[in-house]
């Protein structure tokens, strides 16, 4: 699939020959945008403007050469997801919603066939989830709590070097008033001390209750720790090692598996789950009424999946231990075909669209095995 490079001392030079080649690259050209945000031309044009003005920034050459690169794959990466977004509006107006979260789920599928490294994909797929957000904090209902929000995933340094060169890479009215919103919200980040660094909580619990309490403030005060249950909650592609993990670090807590009780019921993978997924939460009831620790064994890929059952274990007072299992292409397929359980490869490469990797607003704590 090729190789990312990067611009580099002494010209900063783009190396748009080795990039321009890239499959998804080529998909943002003639994919239209708005003149009157983007008078530049198409997405293509507008990426190549933004990585030029990225690396003619300041602020990011002067970081070391490891975040420039992780940076500047986010200025690769940040509208991957327009094409498949775009559409016209019934006045006529193209729009792209929803573009930001596609577009972290596309980047890390990509990333993870190249062989990023996990950190440095996730850190990508973060700026590129939130790239828009420098540009709106300022008029959000809650601009305090959604800086806290992002920087628990997303460096807002970094976010606001990502949006400076969005700015800068277009044909816009209002090129200044952009810059202005970036500057707000790097001033808001720095001013809650999270510019550099996930906002710092004083208890996994309290951070917790924040993000399961959508009006809860801060520095509300947080009840006792009266956990009546813990939960481990495994995530992961089939074949990333879930089933081998929970094993080896938990072989006397009872698990929940649903690869187990589908084929008990005799619903293949490919086919709808809701009556697994039913007798799997009438299990875990009898555990947390029962107060009885147990792990949760499915994919869990999507938050939207993970929300629905992580909601049922809040509601018992249960502690939520997230633990995310992941393995290399290659070997994430040749483990799952070697399985007793295996799940057809189609079914893999369509759950890769709704691949979203847990993070610290999902639970008490959350661990990744990769």
């Not at 619990?205 to 720790?225: I, K, V």
């Not at 249960?318 to 393995?327: D, G, K, N, Q, S």
């Amino acid at each position: 699939m090729g190789k990312l490079t990067y611009p580099s001392e002494p010209d900063w030079a783009v190396p748009w020959a080795d990039l321009d080649p890239f499959p998804w690259m080529q998909d943002l050209k003639g994919c239209p945008q708005n003149p009157d945000r983007h008078a530049e031309g198409d997405v293509w044009i507008h990426v190549h403007m933004v990585c030029e003005a990225m690396a003619a920034l300041p602020a990011w050459r002067a970081l070391p050469e490891h975040d420039r690169q992780t940076m500047f794959q986010a200025a690769l990466l940040h509208d991957v997801a327009k094409p498949a977004c775009t559409r016209r509006e019934a006045d006529g107006r193209w729009s792209s919603r929803g573009h930001s979260w596609r577009g972290a789920i596309r980047a890390r599928h990509i990333l993870w066939r190249l062989g990023v490294p996990f950190h440095d994909r996730e850190a990508v797929c973060a700026i590129v989830r939130h790239h828009l957000v420098p540009f709106f904090l300022t008029d959000s209902e809650n601009p305090e709590r959604m800086a806290i929000e992002v920087s628990q995933t997303a460096r807002c340094d970094w976010l606001a070097i990502m949006a400076e060169s969005d700015a800068r890479g277009r044909i816009c009215p209002d090129p200044d008033q952009l810059l202005s919103q970036v500057r707000h919200f790097r001033e808001k980040a720095e001013e809650l001390g999270c510019l550099d660094r996930p906002y710092q909580f004083p208890s996994d619990h309290q951070r917790y209750l924040f993000f399961r309490e959508p009006h809860r403030h801060n520095g509300a005060t947080t009840p006792p720790e009266d956990f009546r249950t813990r939960v481990v909650v495994m995530s992961g592609l089939p074949g990333a090692g879930k089933d081998y993990w929970a094993e080896q670090h938990l072989p006397d807590w009872p698990v929940i598996s649903l690869d187990v009780i589908r084929q008990e019921m005799g619903i293949p993978p490919q086919d709808a789950q809701g009556d697994v997924v039913n007798r799997a939460r009438e299990i875990a009831r009898d555990f947390l009424r029962a107060g009885r620790d147990f792990v949760w064994n499915a994919q869990n890929l999507s938050r939207q999946v993970r929300s629905d059952c992580l909601r049922l274990f809040h509601d018992y007072h249960a502690h939520v231990r997230l633990v995310y299992v992941e393995a290399p292409p290659d070997r994430l397929f040749q483990q799952n075909r070697s399985r007793r359980r295996k799940v057809p490869e189609k079914v893999i490469e369509r759950m890769l669209d709704r691949w979203e990797v847990p993070d610290r607003t999902e639970a008490h704590v959350v661990e990744y095995v990769v």
